[in-house]
């Protein structure tokens, strides 16, 4: 610690500094990029609160330099033992400090952030403040009195969907809850002086609050739904617990309660499986070799074709605040997309959650075009139409004719081989796969795919447009189904060779929603439609391999009509409303298996479960042995993001990485024997050995 005799401001340590201005302590916390409460930040606002003391401040602001005030703790620390002082003791002494301490918040104050600024006597915030105690989302609970302090200022059931649902909310709804004092207009730390300055504004422990009383049907019922959105996860249910003892448990008590069952489950393998995920997310913006700063500026961004797709893109756009030209072929497909927009925009204020002037300001910027005439300034342009290689060529071709020469053209195709779409191109170093996932506007994932020939530029502001939408972004080179659904292809294989030899869907989809997944792959195929993969199927119908298994079953479906959820039935009856298995369905199978002259077997959950990892694994490291994903992780953030892997698992090659070596060599070997002739061996052992040393490293 050195002092700087020459002026109030005396650094504390490097992270943390201290400045008298009059009675008042200042003290920063300076910890680049997002001010992590780490060992170091925690030691020196303890030191910081002490001279504070010594210098017999009548009150003290805590306050963040840089984006934000503290973006919680550091979770690189928390598969460690966790070092003294811990967050509680930082805590204890702002509240045993003899002056009234405020928190003044920008930023984000996240996690640990905000559990110290619930520790202080008041918050303010700036209007673009964010607040909230997202541990559950990293399968944890909060450790340091969030969930004793939160309900004293917003009652139980606001605490419990708060925490649960890992909200961050705005400074207004953090105000109108009762979470912070004051929003702040004007310069921060002038507030939080004047405020101070004022005798209204004396010491409040929060802790001493008395939680508000609250009627018992409302707990009852944010309970209800917390648990279930947290699928009644162990520590979503430790959360709630721990909530409502604040209202029948003396403070200290159910503060030690807290403090036991975070650290229990900080190294739980789910927290463990979730910082994993929580880290990799991040890598996966990085491009090995190429400068973000490369990015170009984009406003305003054309959408070529105005179905499903072409809409879910616009509105992705809209929202992120970008100028969108919708274009389509004439003018009746141009009024049905743009009023198609429209009502889903209607529908949402309608349900409070899009505001009117909101859906007012997204539809001022959306134009809807025939034809590419007016394309000229755009920076960007979308196509998002049919599949089909053909039509894709030539709609890029004519835009290269209208579009300015620093104009990026991607196209949202999810299997044609974009190396060969932009042969004929002029500049295909300004082309780049964008493939978003239905419903374009509500799905995370987006995958940035590369082409031969796309420019690190090109590439950058792809990725640059990602992050300003809010999408995950996980770049692919060129390659059939690029990462996600060339792996999907092989887990709904494996699942259809599992009932060919003995499983029934219904089975299957259970056992993997079992082990986490929102949905089983025969459930997701009636609600997608088997229709498009039946027209792919006969796409390729030619080349197929005839040596290969092939399963008829959903083509046999097909043929009797039966397109899933959209037309009454497909794997499962749905005339009644509900999802029922079909003893037509059960039939075919039996008829198709007999056919093939199949004695069926008999599999177990867990086999079922084994059997789809093992496919999705195999393919992952194939994928990753063809260089067409960057790392290992990008695979997993890509399943967790746009296919539903449980998040709690990580991603299927670190569940893998877990397993024993022994037994998924098993799972491959049985996986070689169900595909046959088709198999082709991925590089497991080594993909998962590289993953292993990288976590030990
Ligand atoms: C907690 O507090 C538990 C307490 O209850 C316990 C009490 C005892 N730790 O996301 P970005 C890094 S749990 C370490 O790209 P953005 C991140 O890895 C914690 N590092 O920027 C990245 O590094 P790099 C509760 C962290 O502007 C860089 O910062 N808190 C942490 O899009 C920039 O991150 C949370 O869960 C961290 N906590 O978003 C908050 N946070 O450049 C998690 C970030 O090397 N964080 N980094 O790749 C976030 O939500 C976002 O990062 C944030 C910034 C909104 C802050």
Redesign the pocket.
């Known amino acids: 610690m050195s002092l700087k005799s020459d002026s109030n401001a005396r650094v504390v340590d490097q992270k943390v500094t201290l400045e008298m201005q009059g009675s008042l302590a200042v003290i920063r916390i300076d910890n680049p ?2 001010n ?2 780490s060992i170091a930040v925690r030691a020196g606002l303890i030191d910081a609160l002490e001279q504070a003391a010594g210098y017999k401040a009548s009150g003290a602001i805590l306050i963040g330099e840089g ?2 005030f503290i ?6 620390e ?1 598969g460690l033992p ?1 070092t003294s002082p ?3 003791d930082v805590i204890r002494a702002v509240e045993l400090s003899p002056f009234p301490v405020v928190a003044a918040l920008h ?2 104050a ?4 905000l ?1 110290l600024a619930l520790g202080c006597d008041y918050r303010l915030a700036t209007p673009a403040a ?1 607040v909230g ?3 559950v ?2 399968g ?5 009195g ?1 969930t004793q302090r939160l309900p004293r200022l917003v009652g139980l059931s606001r605490a419990i969907t708060m925490i649960c649902g890992s909200q961050r909310i705005t400074a207004q709804e953090a105000l109108s809850a009762g979470l912070v004092d004051q929003v702040v207009q004007g310069d921060l730390l002038e507030a939080a002086i004047a405020f101070l300055s004022d005798a209204a504004h004396p010491k409040r422990l929060t802790i001493e609050l008395p939680v508000p009383d609250e009627n018992r049907e409302a707990v009852e019922s944010s309970e209800q739904v917390a648990g279930k959105r947290g699928r009644f996860r162990h520590n979503v249910l430790e959360a709630i617990r721990l909530v409502k003892a604040s209202a029948t448990q003396p403070a200290a008590n159910a503060l030690a309660d807290e403090r036991a069952t ?1 650290q229990s489950l ?1 190294v739980s393998p789910d927290a463990f499986a979730l910082r994993y995920l ?2 990799a997310e ?2 996966a ?2 491009i090995e070799g190429v400068d973000k700063s490369l990015a170009l500026p984009i406003s305003s961004v054309a959408v070529i074709g105005g179905g499903t797709m072409g809409q879910g893109i616009a509105k992705a756009l809209l929202a992120a605040g970008l100028d969108v030209q919708l274009v389509e072929r004439d003018s009746d497909a141009r009024d049905v997309a743009v009023q198609s927009i429209t009502s889903s925009y209607q529908g949402l204020v309608r349900k409070g959650r899009l505001k009117d002037s909101e859906a007012s300001r997204r539809l001022e910027r959306l134009r809807g075009e025939v034809g590419l005439d007016g394309l000229g300034s755009c920076e960007l342009v979308i196509e998002a139409v049919f599949e089909d290689m053909g039509v894709k060529k030539q709609l890029l071709k004519e835009l290269e004719a209208v579009v300015s020469d620093k104009t990026i053209l991607a196209t949202n195709t999810s299997y044609l081989d974009i190396n060969e779409m932009v042969a004929d191109l002029r500049r295909p170093a300004s082309v780049i796969g964008l493939h978003f996932f239905s419903p374009a506007d509500l799905m995370k994932l987006l995958e940035v795919v590369r082409t031969a020939s796309t420019s690190d530029t090109t590439l950058a502001t792809g990725m640059a447009l990602a ?1 300003r939408l809010g999408k995950q972004a996980v770049v692919s080179e060129v390659a059939e189904g690029f990462i996600g659904n060339r792996i999907y292809a092989a887990y709904r294989g494996r699942a259809e060779l599992l009932i060919l030899d003995g499983a029934m869907p219904d089975q299957v989809d259970s056992a993997v929603r079992d082990f986490g997944f929102a949905m089983g792959p025969f459930e997701v195929s009636d609600m997608s439609g088997l229709d498009i993969a039946w027209a792919m199927r006969k796409r390729k119908a030619a080349s197929r391999d005839p040596a290969a298994r092939y399963v008829t079953i959903p083509d046999r479906l097909c043929e009797m009509g039966r397109l899933g959820r959209k037309t009454g039935k497909g794997w499962y009856d749905y005339s009644e409303g509900t999802q029922t298995p079909d003893p037509l369905v059960k039939a075919l199978i039996e008829e198709i298996r007999a056919d093939n002259r199949i004695v069926a077997q008999t599999y177990d959950t867990e086999t079922i479960q084994r059997q789809l990892m093992a496919a999705i694994v195999n393919e992952a490291a194939c994928l990753l042995e063809e260089g067409v994903a960057q790392r290992a992780s990008d695979v997993d953030v890509t399943l967790a993001n746009g296919y539903g892997f449980p998040r709690f698992r990580g991603g299927p090659l670190y569940w893998a990485s877990l397993e024993e070596s022994s037994r998924l060599e098993q799972d491959l070997k049985a996986l070689e024997a169900a595909v046959g002739h088709a198999y082709r061996a991925g590089p497991v052992e080594q993909v998962l050995g590289a993953m292993k040393t990288e976590a030990g490293s």
């Open positions: 990029p997002v992590a409460g984006r934000s973006a919680g703790s550091d979770l690189k928390f966790l811990q967050l509680p930023g984000v996240l996690g640990g952030g559990e964010r105690l997202p541990e989302s990293l944890m609970v909060p450790g340091a969030g975070f900080r929580f880290f991040r890598k913006g990085v992050r």
